[in-house]
């Protein structure tokens, strides 16, 4: 087993090593949705509307994301931070408390998702034609909530201990499984998008049989433990759900953008305008995933050396992020702008759904590489356990300028649904800018002057 020493080497290496598998767990974790979507798409007669249905169940999805970042993310830097320390008991605390919380809120929200699943549905901006597809999509899925959020959640703590290659492995046993049961269950045994939601909920529970079974095993530096309520350390509930609570914005914000982009694209364009926006924001997930890989890969190196007290490590791991991030940014906008039809076609053949996304995808990707700062200045506050400010630039982007500018852009000069796809571009830019000079003025440039 391959364990990553963030004592020694060069901080490019360490930052490859754990960014490389971290960007092949994040490929196959989005192929659970992406694959999904790629066959509902083509499903004969009904594709287009299973495809806008799957699409009104992603603030769901992503909700449960939020949660598991929650415990996840919140935790894993921590758990970092500890052992960067020589703390180990205490690394292994952060852990258990985590897989507490995780399995806890896991229960809440799979009870929530079958009482609610009509109502939030209705919300979301189901369509009496659409309703139909997203509920049976919902109903088979939300009873893979407690083994997506500890899959999803546990994984952190793997990578954490510097075994990226196992959490990799996590993630790719549920992947190759989904995959292969997707084009069975949706066209072999004829149950269509309800098959989808059962090859995904499967494939998640052996990726959480996978991820138990090595942090219960001898392998671990750091061994699971279910605590007792009465055993649960409250403040460092607090401490991790602080620490989580930016990715938790992100994600929960994401849901509320997708909630909002669907409620006013549907005024403008009906169900067609809603799968428009399902596949416009599938290659949005696609396109971000090595950003996420790099920038989640690099937590662990930037936590351990914070604990560790090596700024200049530091400094150096923050301009490689930046110049990984910035390469890949431009490299995704040419092709973006170049080749738009290739990447709609991985979820339509359907011509007018394709002539509606063209030019959206267009409009979407324009500010693309402002992504980066945004991801950049992130991870460096999550990192070093500046909560505060990872929340704030969290909601900056997302609750302060795109929810407001997809409500009141459409109204503009008769832009209609090109207004919502104008929102994120423009976010982007003033987003990403004003969370990394924040991060540069209030960290990097003092991490020269001053011990960490």
Not at 77 to 98: F, H, Q, S
Not at 193 to 206: C, E, Y
């Amino acid at each position: 087993m391959n364990q990553i020493d963030f004592d020694h080497g060069s901080v490019r290496a360490n930052i490859m090593q754990a960014a490389l598998p971290m960007l092949a767990a994040q490929i196959l974790s989005l192929l659970y949705s992406i694959v999904d979507r790629m066959y509902i798409g083509r499903i004969p007669g009904t594709g287009t509307l299973a495809l806008g249905g799957v699409g009104l169940c992603f603030p769901v999805v992503m909700l449960m994301t939020a949660f598991a970042n929650l415990y996840g993310f919140g935790g894993a830097p921590l758990c970092a931070m500890e052992r960067g320390r020589g703390n180990t008991e205490a690394a292994r605390k952060v852990m258990n408390t985590a897989f507490f919380m995780l399995l806890f809120c896991g229960v809440l929200l799979t009870a929530a998702a079958y009482i609610l699943a009509v109502p939030m549905l209705r919300l979301f901006g189901a369509s009496d034609e659409t309703l139909p597809y997203a509920y049976s999509y919902l109903q088979i899925y939300a009873a893979g909530t407690v083994p997506y959020m500890l899959a999803t959640g546990l994984n952190p703590y793997i990578n954490a201990q510097g075994f990226a290659r196992k959490g990799m492995q996590t993630v790719f046993i549920g992947a190759v499984t989904n995959i292969i049961l997707d084009p069975v269950m949706i066209f072999g045994l004829g149950l269509g998008i309800r098959g989808a939601a059962i090859a995904t909920v499967l494939s998640q529970i052996l990726s959480m049989v996978t991820a138990l079974r090595f942090l219960l095993s001898e392998q671990a530096e750091l061994r699971l433990a279910l605590l007792k309520p009465r055993e649960l350390d409250l403040h460092l509930v607090s401490n991790i759900t602080g620490l989580g609570f930016s990715n938790f914005v992100m994600q929960f914000t994401n849901s509320l953008v997708a909630v909002v982009c669907n409620h006013v694209l549907s005024g403008y364009g009906g169900d067609i305008a809603v799968s428009v926006y399902t596949i416009v924001s599938s290659v949005r997930s696609i396109m971000d995933v090595p950003l996420l890989a790099v920038s989640n890969g690099s937590g662990p190196v930037l936590s351990y050396n914070y604990g560790a007290r090596r700024p200049g490590r530091l400094k150096e791991a923050i301009r490689i992020i930046c110049r990984l991030g910035v390469a890949y940014t431009v490299l995704s906008w040419i092709l973006i702008l170049a080749f738009p039809e290739f990447f709609i076609r991985i979820f339509t053949s359907d011509r007018e759904l394709i002539s509606h996304a063209v030019p959206a995808l267009h409009i979407y990707f324009f500010a693309f590489i402002f992504q980066v700062f945004q991801y950049c200045a992130q991870s460096v506050f999550k990192s070093l356990n500046m909560k505060y400010r990872a929340i704030f630039f969290s909601l900056f982007r997302k609750v302060v300028l795109v929810v407001p500018l997809t409500l009141i852009l459409p109204r503009i000069a008769g832009l209609g649904a090109r207004g919502v796809y104008m929102a994120e571009p423009i976010s982007n830019a003033l987003g990403g800018m004003a969370s990394f000079t924040t991060m540069m003025l209030t960290v990097y440039l003092k991490l020269g002057k001053e011990e960490v």
